[in-house]
Each structure stands twice: as C-alpha cells, then as structure tokens.
C-alpha cells in the first residue's frame, strides 16, 4: 500500500486538528478498512460456528426455496 505525506490543518496554537488526504488514497483505506472487517467477522463466524454449511448448500437450498 502506497502512503502519502500527510497534510494537516493545525490550530492557531499550533496543534494538529485534521488529516487531508487526496480522494484516491482515502478510497483505498477504506476498501482496506471494509476487508480487513470482513476478515474479522468471517473468523468471529467460524470460531462461534457450530456447523459450516459449504456454499454450493447454500446456493442449492435458496435456489429450492425460490430465494435465489
């Protein structure tokens, strides 16, 4: 991930108040935000999982329920 130098607004005392960053770089941390999410929840499901039900069961039962 590339990074860019980053850019504040800073208070007349002098302190740091607020990040700019171009459109491009914030897209790309929050695309890097929302997997490293769905990481996380898809290793919360599999630790409190009692049983996985591979995907092509899924697909399957929806597909006879008229859901898909």
């Known amino acids: 991930m590339e990074t860019a130098a980053p850019k ?8 740091k108040e607020a990040v700019l960053l171009n459109v491009a770089h914030y897209r790309r941390l929050l ?5 490293l999410e769905d ?5 919360r499901a599999e630790r409190t999982s009692k049983k996985l039900v591979p995907y092509d069961q899924v697909r399957k039962r929806l597909k006879q329920a008229g859901k898909l």
Do not use: K, M, T
């Open 8 to 15: 504040y607004v800073v208070r007349s005392n002098g302190r």
């Open 39 to 43: 990481a996380l929840a898809l290793d």
């Open 31 to 35: 695309q890097r935000i929302e997997d």
